[in-house]
């Protein structure tokens, strides 16, 4: 093989490696879903409780009271490894609410409004910066207006969360009080299908471009060593 058709050859299966990259990443894309805990134990400085990716199945008793007024944070319980991007689209927070004491007091009022944000929670400044929100009320469900989930949908600009640094949620209670039902998956945030994977790289793009890298190299080298031969 000589020169030429080696750089022609090197070309071709970098072009190769590239588009089977593309389109591994772009089939992997999927939404996911962060579920709402209450588990406050190693929270990052900023948050209240941890969001996990995995559903906390049998998980019973977590509830809580949001008053007046009340916020609080849910991060993600793993930091982004990498700078990670998400694309401008739709987020969906449902927030499931519990009866107390098998009356309707937990629930949401028409008359009360909470409000979802989804954002950046930074490692160093413990700041939360919002990227979306929105808001909703109680409507009528029979129980004297109240409703026992709702279901809030945020449009997002596209937006990075730096490496370090935590996707977060934060839900505030504007006005009225709701007892938040957080057993196993009952309430949670979910991301959009695109952007990047979070908190890491996907390990079959990895693999492949590594796979790749790798036989490259020894592609190359192959050749170079078969060239001093002659």
């Known amino acids: 093989m000589n020169k030429i058709e080696t750089k022609k050859a090197v070309v071709s299966f970098l072009v190769a490696a590239v588009v089977l990259v593309?389109?591994?990443?772009?089939?992997?894309?999927?939404?996911?879903?962060?579920?709402?805990?209450?588990?406050?134990?190693?929270?990052?400085?900023?948050?209240?409780?941890?969001?996990?990716?995995?559903?906390?199945?049998?998980?019973?008793?977590?509830?809580?009271?949001l008053h007046n007024s009340d916020s609080f944070i849910w991060s993600a319980n793993e930091s982004a490894q990498c700078d990670v991007s998400f694309c401008g689209a739709q987020w969906s927070v449902l927030l499931d609410f519990s009866s107390d004491g098998g009356e309707c007091d937990g629930w949401l009022q028409s008359t009360e409004t909470i409000t979802a944000r989804v954002g950046i929670l930074n490692h160093t400044t413990h700041e939360f910066t919002e990227i979306g929100s929105n808001s909703a009320s109680g409507y009528d469900t029979g129980c004297h207006s109240w409703n026992a989930a709702v279901t809030i949908n945020i449009n997002s600009a596209a937006f990075t969360v730096p490496q370090g640094d935590y996707l977060a949620l934060q839900i505030s209670m504007d006005n009225g009080e709701v007892q938040l039902d957080q057993t196993g998956s009952n309430s949670w945030v979910k991301s959009?299908?695109?952007?990047?994977?979070?908190?890491?790289?996907?390990?079959?793009?990895?693999?492949?471009?590594?796979?790749?890298?790798?036989?490259?190299?020894?592609?190359?080298l192959y050749n170079r060593r078969k060239e001093n031969k002659k």
């Open 22 to 65: 593309s389109v591994v990443g772009t089939a992997s894309a999927v939404s996911i879903k962060w579920y709402m805990t209450d588990n406050d134990v190693g929270v990052p400085t900023g948050a209240q409780y941890w969001m996990t990716r995995g559903e906390r199945s049998g998980q019973t008793g977590d509830f809580f009271w």
């Open 192 to 220: 959009p299908t695109c952007g990047d994977p979070y908190p890491t790289p996907e390990l079959p793009t990895i693999v492949l471009m590594s796979t790749g890298l790798l036989a490259l190299a020894g592609f190359v």
